[in-house]
């Protein structure tokens, strides 16, 4: 095995049993941070209890720090319809509410401010945007509508664009003989199939992840790699691998290795070829994303 796969395999052991490797916070944005403080559930009663509600459900999401999870919750309330359109978003009754200082509220609504989310106006106040204003290509909107009331639209929409960016991709990868990134493609290959032959879904997930980033970066265009926070976004929200399987296996592991093959032989049609074979969903397979992992 190389030193590249017993590597990642030994970091996704580590995240598998709750210890974090050095790095691997910042790696995998999906990850918790052990004894990271979590905002309080808050306990939202009387005209606003659908705020309540939805505050306490999202209490126990990821976050790095009182800002990031405050982020994470008022993006999941309004992504999923709990905060409608035009809502008006308070800071003060958002701070006291969830116990959090002034500075902590305005900067989560400035993030949400650039994501679309909500807009801030003198003499108006802070609002929620319609859908049409959202940042659709935002990782977190991403996620936050597949975990939400959206979740089967986002999971079309993004194997929908998937079809558009990843088989073009391929195909210029092909046009560009840059070694080393070929050679840790073959790496992200060898480490799959490790994997694949331990039962470990976890290792296979992320290697998964890393050969389609380092497929639009060897596509060598400004604008597919400006793109590539899709595909990774697709990657986590389904849970592993978007294949057309609901698990690591074989059939995905060959694709992967073919695309490969394809691009360091400088085979543009063959690599398009097998991308499309696998982000093929096979009819008898019914994919689902899955519900959010409970800490």
């Known amino acids: 095995m190389s030193t590249l796969a017993h590597t990642m395999m030994t970091a996704a052991r580590s995240a598998d049993s709750g210890l974090a490797g050095p790095g691997e916070i910042d790696r995998y944005p999906y990850a918790e941070t052990p004894g990271v403080d979590r905002?309080?559930?808050?306990?939202?009663?009387g005209h606003d209890q659908d705020l309540g509600r939805v505050?306490?459900?999202?209490?126990?999401?990821?976050?790095r720090g009182l800002h990031g999870q405050l982020v994470q919750q008022l993006g999941q309330m309004i992504v999923s319809g709990d905060l409608g359109a035009d809502r008006p978003l308070v800071p003060e009754e958002i701070g006291?509410?969830?116990?959090?200082?002034?500075?902590?509220?305005?900067?989560?609504l400035r993030v949400l401010e650039a994501k679309g989310l909500v807009s801030a106006r003198p003499n108006v106040g802070t609002r929620v945007?319609?859908?049409?204003d959202w940042n659709l290509l935002d990782p977190d909107i991403i996620e936050w509508r597949a975990?939400?009331?959206?979740?089967?639209?986002?999971?079309?929409?993004?194997?929908?664009l998937r079809?558009?960016?990843?088989?073009?991709?391929?195909?210029l990868a092909a046009g560009h003989n840059r070694d080393e990134l070929q050679q840790r493609l073959a790496d992200m290959v060898e480490i799959m199939g490790h994997a694949l032959g331990q039962g470990d879904a976890l290792t296979f997930s992320r290697a998964d992840a890393e050969f389609h980033s380092l497929l639009i970066q060897l596509a060598s265009n400004r604008m597919l790699e400006h793109l590539s926070g899709i595909v990774s976004a697709a990657l986590q929200?389904?849970?592993?691998?978007?294949?057309?399987?609901?698990?690591?296996?074989?059939?995905?592991?060959?694709?992967?290795?073919?695309?490969?093959?394809?691009i360091?032989?400088?085979?543009?049609?063959?690599?398009?070829?097998?991308?499309?074979?696998?982000?093929?969903?096979?009819?008898?397979?019914?994919?689902?994303?899955?519900?959010p992992r409970e800490h």
Do not use: K, Y
């Open 163 to 171: 079809w558009t960016i990843e088989p073009l991709a391929a195909r």
């Open 55 to 63: 505050g306490r459900r999202a209490a126990g999401s990821r976050g």
């Open 39 to 45: 905002v309080p559930a808050p306990a939202w009663e």
């Open 237 to 262: 929200v389904s849970g592993g691998p978007v294949t057309g399987c609901d698990r690591p296996g074989e059939a995905s592991l060959g694709h992967h290795g073919r695309i490969a093959d394809a």
């Open 129 to 132: 945007r319609p859908v049409s």
């Open 147 to 160: 975990f939400g009331p959206q979740r089967d639209d986002q999971r079309r929409e993004l194997t929908e």
């Open 96 to 108: 006291q509410r969830f116990e959090v200082s002034r500075t902590v509220v305005r900067e989560s």
């Open 264 to 291: 360091a032989a400088a085979d543009g049609a063959a690599a398009e070829n097998a991308m499309r074979q696998l982000l093929t969903v096979h009819p008898d397979v019914e994919r689902v994303v899955p519900a």
